[in-house]
């Protein structure tokens, strides 16, 4: 593997689940505002992810 591959793959490695949580948030949040009631379902998904997660990470400490 090269040296950019590499680089890229840690990169990703670091902030890749992290923009994953944001962009299904961030789609949540939009959901709710614009889609009727089967967004409101997924906003809960996406907008109770992120509490899941740290609850989770707490927990497991």
Do not use: H, N, T
Not at 3 to 29: C, D, K, N, T, Y
């Amino acid at each position: 593997m090269s040296e950019v591959q590499e680089r890229r793959a840690s990169w990703w490695r670091v902030f890749g689940a992290p923009i994953v949580i944001g962009v299904l948030s961030l789609a949540g949040l939009l959901s709710a505002l614009l889609a009727g009631d089967p967004g409101r379902y997924f906003a809960w998904f996406g907008v109770g992810l992120p509490i899941a997660i740290v609850v989770w990470a707490y927990c497991r400490k």
